[in-house]
């Protein structure tokens, strides 16, 4: 089935249409935030290997600003607007006012335009738009503890991501407490709870949840596999993991990610997702969880090389596979079918979102093949201007569907 044609839009109906519910306004913001994230990070890249002396270099390293925005600001703008939709279904709870996701919208992507304006050399800038991007966080941790707070359903996987949510707050503050002069070392811990504390219980959580759903409503004899044990297990292992890294002792994080790369395999082929050919969205999320175990099997493998040799192998692949492989595909797999279902079209792949899907799975090569090259730099724009590449027309579709109203003409 064809997306139905809607009729042309005032501008000034514009911020209404976005506004009408949360994942249209910040799934709108996350899909700029996509493009926005990438082409400063191609740029200043390209700046570094070409020596472009006038490109305006950030008031902080480079690698700190992609970190702290990627991890910060790109990503959660969706995780925000998937998390204030689902949280009052989940929850048995009305549905969200404009009033509480509107003011997490514009905190969250406000200060990450700002922010990123900072990037180009002003440090207060930078500031200003960080402590915007943590009042937005303050604002959605606040309201889904709300939600949360007034249901009578006990539900593990709301918990579970509200905790990734309130890590997220405190690797935030650690960030902005290094731009504000705080030791390098705090910066060290944003990045560590930001990817390992809040985007990855967050994910997991909702795959959890997700996955297993999606497939039983599609597949005919299909048992979910959804146990209880494994959100606290895989919290328990994050936590080692992390605790390892900071502690320096990097040789024995195998400790944790092995038993990581086990528990995510495990669900991987729980899952069944030779069963899940059939519709597309659903291969889709299975093959981006597929990149999850992937991911920790190749830090398991750094960790022991290291211990067994005394020499760090793999360098950032193993960083990059799970940021790129399994964020990055899980995004599109996810977005696209939240995205799909709540505007009236029918649950589809379609042509540009799986162009997006292989091309980012090339990306992820290509990422990985530049820290086996002496010239990494080099291959480190290419990989940046491919997620580019990769994400246009995805983004440009998804952006004309959040302008428009839903193709069923029902509101939301």
Known sequence: MRDAVVSPIRPTRLPDILAQAPHRLLFFAGACAVLTSMTWWTLQLASLRYGWVHWPQPPVPPAWGHALLAVYGMLPLFMFGFLLTVFPRWLDRPALGRARYVPVAGAVFGGYLLAHVGLLGSLALLRAGVLLIAMGYSIALFTLAQVLRASTTRQSH???????????????????????????????????????????????????????????????????????????????????????????????????????ALLFGAHALMWRPWQARRPGLLLALHLAFAWLPLAFALYAWQSAWLLASGRMALGLAPLHVLTIGYFGSMLVAMVTRVTQGHSGRALQMGTLPWVCFALLQGVVLLRVFAETRTDGYRWLVLAAAGWLIAFAPWVLRSAWIYLTPRADGKPG
């Open 158 to 260: 709301a918990w579970s991501c509200l905790a990734g949510v309130a890590m997220g707050w405190v690797g935030l503050a650690a960030g902005l407490a290094a731009l504000f002069g705080a030791p390098p070392a705090a910066m060290t811990l944003a990045v560590q709870l930001g990817v390992f504390g809040f985007l990855l219980p967050v994910y997991f959580s909702v795959c959890h949840r997700m996955i297993p759903f999606f497939s039983g409503n599609v597949i005919a004899g299909y048992r979910m596999w959804r146990p209880r044990w494994s959100l606290p297990l895989a919290w328990t292992l994050l936590a080692a993991h992390v605790t390892l890294e900071l502690a320096g002792a990097n040789a024995w994080r195998w400790l944790a990610d092995a038993p990581l």
